[in-house]
C-alpha cells in the first residue's frame, strides 16, 4: 500500500482552531480533504474566521467545547463520535494563560498558566483513549513551543517588555513534549501514536505590527524571517497521514532554525 498525504475520510478534532495559527492549520488539513472539527467556546469566532471555507465546504464543523473541563471535553468528543462513528486524529492546540512577570507573578496566575497550557493537554489526551482503543488506531498532535525547548532571550524583550513571555508557559511547553513522549510509549501496545509540533516565531498578526520586535525575532532564526501560517501547517497534515503511521514520540519543531543556533 502507498501512503499518502490525502487526509479524504479522517475525522480530525482541534481544540483552538479559529485563532491565527489554528486557522492555518484547519485550511490546511480542509484542503487536503480532512473532515474536520474544531473545538472551542466561542462559535461566531468560528464563523467569522472560516467565513469563506464555510460557503465552500461541509467538512468543517464547531462543537461547543471548554479544555478547562474534563466533562465538557468528553462531551464534545462524544457528540463527534456519534455524528462520525470514528475520530481518527485529535490536534491539542488551544492554551489558556495569564500573568507574565517573572518576578511578581501570583501564585494563582501560574496555577491558571500551567492549567491551561499543560493540565487541559492531559485531559484531552485522558479522554480520546477510550475512542482509539476501541477503533484500534489513531493519533495525537500536541502543540508545544520552542520555549519548551529553549530560555527566551531576554534581550529581545529589553525593548519590547510588553511581549516578554511569561514563565509558566515555556514550563508547561516544555511538559507537553514530555507528555507527548509518555503517552507515545504507553499508547504505542494499541496503534496509537502521540506526537508533538513546537513552533518557533510566529507571531499573532497584532504583534507583526511593532515592526522592529519582528526584526529582532527574525534576526534569531537561519532563515533570518518569522513564520507564517503555512510553514506551520504541513507538519499537522504529515503527522495526521498515513505517511507518518510508524513515527511516534517524536517532537517536530518548525523554527526557522532558531534552536539549532
Given at each position: 500500500?502507498?501512503?499518502?498525504?490525502?487526509?479524504?475520510?479522517?475525522?480530525?478534532?482541534?481544540?483552538?482552531?479559529?485563532?491565527?495559527?489554528?486557522?492555518?492549520?484547519?485550511?490546511?488539513?480542509?484542503?487536503?480533504?480532512?473532515?474536520?472539527?474544531?473545538?472551542?467556546?466561542?462559535?461566531?469566532?468560528?464563523?467569522?474566521?472560516?467565513?469563506?471555507?464555510?460557503?465552500?465546504?461541509?467538512?468543517?464543523?464547531?462543537?461547543?467545547?471548554?479544555?478547562?473541563?474534563?466533562?465538557?471535553?468528553?462531551?464534545?468528543?462524544?457528540?463527534?463520535?456519534?455524528?462520525?462513528?470514528?475520530?481518527?486524529?485529535?490536534?491539542?492546540?488551544?492554551?489558556?494563560?495569564?500573568?507574565?512577570?517573572?518576578?511578581?507573578?501570583?501564585?494563582?496566575?501560574?496555577?491558571?498558566?500551567?492549567?491551561?497550557?499543560?493540565?487541559?493537554?492531559?485531559?484531552?489526551?485522558?479522554?480520546?483513549?477510550?475512542?482509539?482503543?476501541?477503533?484500534?488506531?489513531?493519533?495525537?498532535?500536541?502543540?508545544?513551543?520552542?520555549?519548551?525547548?529553549?530560555?527566551?532571550?531576554?534581550?529581545?524583550?529589553?525593548?519590547?517588555?510588553?511581549?516578554?513571555?511569561?514563565?509558566?508557559?515555556?514550563?508547561?511547553?516544555?511538559?507537553?513534549?514530555?507528555?507527548?513522549?509518555?503517552?507515545?510509549?504507553?499508547?504505542?501496545?494499541?496503534n496509537i501514536?502521540?506526537?508533538?509540533?513546537?513552533?518557533?516565531?510566529?507571531?499573532?498578526?497584532?504583534?507583526?505590527?511593532?515592526?522592529?520586535?519582528?526584526?529582532a525575532l527574525?534576526?534569531?532564526?537561519?532563515?533570518?524571517?518569522?513564520?507564517?501560517?503555512?510553514?506551520?501547517?504541513?507538519?499537522?497534515?504529515?503527522?495526521?497521514?498515513?505517511?507518518?503511521?510508524?513515527?511516534?514520540?517524536?517532537?517536530?519543531?518548525?523554527?526557522?532554525?532558531?534552536?539549532?543556533?
Amino acid at each position: 500500500m502507498v501512503y499518502t498525504f490525502n487526509l479524504k475520510n479522517k475525522v480530525i478534532l482541534l481544540t483552538g482552531g479559529y485563532g491565527y495559527l489554528g486557522k492555518g492549520i484547519v485550511e490546511s488539513l480542509v484542503f487536503h480533504e480532512a473532515t474536520v472539527y474544531i473545538l472551542g467556546r466561542s462559535e461566531s469566532k468560528f464563523k467569522a474566521a472560516f467565513e469563506g471555507i464555510l460557503s465552500e465546504s461541509s467538512e468543517l464543523h464547531f462543537v461547543a467545547c471548554d479544555i478547562i473541563s474534563s466533562e465538557s471535553i468528553a462531551e464534545a468528543f462524544r457528540y463527534v463520535y456519534g455524528q462520525e462513528g470514528r475520530i481518527d486524529v485529535l490536534i491539542n492546540n488551544a492554551f489558556y494563560s495569564r500573568g507574565q512577570s517573572p518576578e511578581t507573578m501570583k501564585d494563582e496566575d501560574w496555577d491558571f498558566g500551567i492549567d491551561g497550557a499543560l493540565s487541559s493537554v492531559f485531559r484531552s489526551i485522558k479522554a480520546i483513549i477510550p475512542f482509539f482503543k476501541e477503533k484500534g488506531s489513531g493519533k495525537i498532535i500536541n502543540v508545544s513551543s520552542m520555549y519548551g525547548i529553549v530560555a527566551p532571550q531576554f534581550e529581545i524583550y529589553d525593548e519590547f517588555p510588553q511581549y516578554l513571555n511569561p514563565p509558566h508557559y515555556g514550563a508547561a511547553k516544555a511538559g507537553v513534549i514530555q507528555l507527548t513522549k509518555y503517552y507515545a510509549s504507553y499508547l504505542g501496545q494499541y496503534n496509537i501514536q502521540v506526537n508533538a509540533v513546537t513552533p518557533g516565531p510566529f507571531p499573532s498578526e497584532s504583534v507583526q505590527q511593532s515592526g522592529g520586535f519582528v526584526q529582532a525575532l527574525a534576526h534569531k532564526t537561519s532563515l533570518n524571517r518569522i513564520g507564517k501560517p503555512e510553514d506551520l501547517a504541513g507538519a499537522f497534515v504529515f503527522l495526521a497521514a498515513d505517511t507518518s503511521n510508524f513515527i511516534t514520540g517524536q517532537n517536530i519543531v518548525v523554527d526557522g532554525g532558531w534552536t539549532s543556533k
